[in-house]
């Protein structure tokens, strides 16, 4: 007999009544004493349907009848066969094909009734979806890309942006979102460069944990992906062996995930697809018990990226059968087989029933999983389906409710266009920007050239809706409104003449639209130059997840472009709307000036409008560098002595613009710097303070970044190292004293023997404007014993920012 809540708004919720007053449902007990209990009372195959997901997309006339999503790797799935013995997860509800989201929302309440109603314990699903760069749904803001919010330099806003993402998911009843990637750039020619924080591990670090927090507080499940070592695949390619060595795996690739560990609150990790010196990371005990969860004390769910169990036998060829798949990745530490059940389900009940595997093993995976449902609040007795978007709803169907949740309202909209503003970067400028907007200096005829002129889509990275789900459906309307860049720059500058021309497409190689495109550039005043990337899947794109490249030239005949433009003579301004930074060839040295967007989102033109014509004050800064050659990667900043320019190579991976660049149209005068100790201990602190002072005519921003040299250490380290930052906002005149207390262990790295140490020794530390760009130094001598430190060690210094007394004007 099935029970029905209807105090939801008239919806009908079933509740097995055989289970509710079970101890288990109880939220008043201790989480571990329900989880038991329930446990206690399963049978294997209940076991098994708890730790695997199965990719059913919402339809659009609100029921729930989908058929699973068919791939290579996806059996057909039987509905009806496996909902009674429950069901773990919900893959991609709102992210698998365009649905209305009010009607995506009652598709989902229907098949979280139905999962319920058809288990023995009413146990429902965890829905899990994409949220990258904004809830990857029909009708979601588009908010910039991760490597957008690096850009920022601004974890706070990244912070906000995450809530307001979480509480979107959360109110058509989405539990857990997969991201963020705290991948850390080792090779600009990766495609998913794109979805990526930066090259910096602090940068990533601090970025990634904030959006960590934003989403958590809104109640979502953040993911942490992909642990650990994807982006430094070899050449750069997707899904490609790994071969670093301990110490950049520790020094470089860890720490993001080790602080959205240890501060965010992160409550789920999905592995790499990659490999580790040869291990699998789906298959690594290593790294997803002894690491993770025995040394960090990570307590939350381990899912696999999707179809990664299947890929140990299929890819890597560490398993011969699907039960060696799963037992494997079950024994490493994975918990859940993301997207669809193949390897968690007959496969591991065999092997279990024949004591293969042991069934304890699926206990632990078990445990983390219920009891995360039951702070989820799903196996509570009062469980409801109806997510907070359609409470209150009167007995609704698809037509009924069809338009009446807004995903992409004007707030969401207003935290876009804030984020888009201060993630654009202002590279280079000869004097030409800012454009005025209107009056006698506007200029007469601007025109508007490239393959990303006119095209929303160039707002737009892989893992947004429109690009990832939208191109796949002709004739779907793209959801939200996105302006291109030429429809910006038009309403920027309405007393100027807009003219336009393609002159080639992104990658197609096209040259014969160049002469027209130089004719039209000849003839203006102004030259705005819209290059960059086509965001794709798997080879459909210029950037995008399998999408890399095999140099970073201009893709296509984009470059042939720019040199025709920049023949003309005409003043040139480069727009890049990209994924990646590309070597830009002469316009380094040549162009007017280059702005930087890595995929803005849906305000992004309007933000980039706002910079050339100064109505924004561009504060963003480079979190990946701008190559001068296209072919010398892999490379960072990030580089010890021997991976710099010497005399005994003749490639010269010298950026044509460091990490950390960036240009505003104020100027900033960093007037004093001064240390408080010359020596402390291996355990003690140094605080380092410096007077920045706006000396221009307009309010703006700075950004104060802090590095370490270690001049001499016992193992090779980079030459410089971000270990702080500050956004300073100064008015016109004023000025502030930004103080940086850095502790000792900031110093830490990874020993020859393996420990993580502090070492004595000199220490310099520099303040400057880019990685480039070190304008003050300090230095200090660490003195005592050798200290080994871990998982527990401080990962920031203490920054304060003071705004100092405004000087009197001096009188003669």
Not at 156 to 174: H, K, P, Q, T, W
Not at 387 to 399: C, H, Q, S
Not at 628 to 656: E, F, H, I, K, W
Not at 753 to 777: C, K, T, Y
């Amino acid at each position: 007999m099935t029970q029905h809540d209807t105090t939801a708004g008239g919806i009908r919720s079933p509740r097995t009544t055989a289970v509710t007053d079970a101890a288990w449902r109880d939220p008043a007990r201790p989480l571990d004493e329900r989880v038991g209990a329930l446990i206690a009372e399963m049978t294997l195959d209940e076991k098994l349907a708890q730790l695997y997901g199965v990719w059913v997309g919402a339809s659009d006339d609100g029921h729930a009848d989908v058929a699973p999503h068919q791939h290579d790797l996806n059996d057909d799935v039987d509905l009806d066969a496996i909902l009674p013995a429950g069901l773990g997860q919900v893959t991609r509800p709102f992210g698998t094909a365009p649905v209305d989201a009010a009607a995506g929302a009652l598709s989902l309440v229907r098949m979280q009734e139905r999962i319920a109603a058809a288990n023995r314990f009413g146990i429902p699903a965890v829905a899990h979806e994409e949220c990258l760069a904004g809830f990857a749904a029909w009708g979601a803001t588009a908010y910039p890309v991760p490597l957008s919010w690096g850009a920022t330099f601004d974890p706070a806003l990244v912070e906000r942006m995450a809530r307001r993402i979480g509480a979107d998911m959360r109110s058509v009843g989405v539990h857990q979102g997969l991201a963020p990637v705290l991948d850390v750039v080792r090779d600009a020619r990766w495609g998913r460069v794109e979805e990526t924080i930066g090259e910096d591990p602090y940068l990533v670090a601090t970025v990634g944990t904030a959006y960590v927090r934003g989403l958590e507080s809104s109640g979502i499940v953040a993911t942490l992906k992909h642990f650990v070592g994807y982006s430094a695949s070899k050449a750069g390619r997707n899904l490609a062996p790994v071969s670093i060595g301990r110490r950049e795996l520790a020094d470089v690739l860890l720490p993001p995930f080790e602080m959205a560990v240890r501060e965010g609150g992160a409550r789920s990790v999905m592995n790499s697809y990659s490999d580790l010196d040869g291990v699998p990371s789906a298959g690594d005990r290593w790294l997803l018990t002894e690491l993770l969860r025995d040394t960090w004390g990570f307590d939350g769910t381990v899912v696999a990226d999707y179809f990664a169990v299947a890929f140990l036998k299929l890819l890597h060829g560490v398993a011969d059968t699907w039960a060696d798949a799963a037992g494997t990745a079950l024994e490493a530490g994975i918990d859940i087989e993301l997207p669809t059940v193949k390897a968690f389900g007959e496969p591991l009940h065999a092997a279990v029933t024949a004591g293969v595997v042991d069934v304890a093993l699926v206990d632990t995976a078990l445990r983390r999983v219920l009891r995360q449902k039951a702070e989820l609040g799903l196996l509570d007795a009062g469980w409801s389906p109806v997510p907070p978007a359609l409470r209150g709803v009167e007995a609704p169907d698809a037509a009924s409710v069809r338009g009446a949740i807004d995903l992409d309202p004007p707030a969401n909209r207003e935290l876009a266009r804030e984020l888009a503003e201060r993630a654009v970067v202002l590279v280079r400028n000869d004097g030409a920007l800012p454009l005025a907007a209107t009056g006698a200096d506007a200029p007469s005829v601007i025109a508007v050239i490239g393959p990303n002129a006119d095209d929303p889509y160039a707002m737009l990275g892989c893992y947004s809706f429109p690009t990832h789900v939208v191109t796949q459906h002709p004739g779907v309307e793209m959801g939200i409104e996105i302006p291109t860049l030429l429809d910006a720059i038009r309403a920027e500058f309405p007393g100027s003449d807009i003219r336009h021309a393609l002159g080639t497409s992104v990658d197609g190689g096209e040259t014969d639209g160049l002469a027209d495109a130089a004719a039209l550039a000849a003839t203006a005043d102004v030259v705005v130059l819209a290059l960059g990337d086509r965001a794709g899947l798997f080879g459909r794109g210029t950037s995008g997840e399998g999408c890399d490249a095999e140099s970073l030239d201009l893709p296509g005949a984009q470059q042939r472009l720019v040199d025709a433009v920049l023949d003309t003579g005409t003043p040139t301004v480069l727009a890049l709307l990209a994924g990646r930074p590309y070597a830009l060839g002469r316009a380094t040295s040549e162009a007017a000036g280059i702005v930087e967007a890595f995929f803005t989102g849906e305000e992004g033109a309007g933000a980039i409008a706002g910079v050339l014509s100064g109505r924004v004050n561009p504060s963003g800064r480079l979190p990946v560098s701008i190559p001068a050659t296209p072919g010398s990667q892999p490379t960072t900043y990030l580089a010890a002595p021997l991976a710099r320019a010497s005399d005994v190579s003749n490639v010269d991976p010298t950026a044509a613009y460091p990490f950390g660049h960036g240009l505003g149209y104020t100027t900033f005068e960093w007037e004093t710097f001064a240390g408080d100790e010359d020596a402390i201990a291996t355990d003690g602190a140094v605080s380092v303070r410096l007077r920045v002072r706006n000396s221009g005519s307009r309010t703006g921003t700075e950004v104060v970044q802090l590095y370490l040299h270690d001049p001499v250490a016992s193992v090779v380290r980079p030459v410089q190292r971000l270990v702080g930052f500050a956004r300073v906002d100064l008015e016109p005149g004023a000025a502030a004293d930004v103080w940086f207390t850095v502790p000792a262990d900031l110093a830490s790295f990874t020993s020859r023997s393996g420990e993580r140490i502090v070492e004595p020794g000199d220490l310099v530390l520099s303040v400057g404007r880019s990685s480039g760009e070190l304008v003050h130094a300090h230095t200090v001598r660490l003195e005592g014993p050798v200290r080994v430190v871990d998982h527990l060690r401080r990962l920031h210094p203490l920054i304060d920012v003071d705004l100092a007394p405004v000087e009197a004007p001096t009188t003669g």
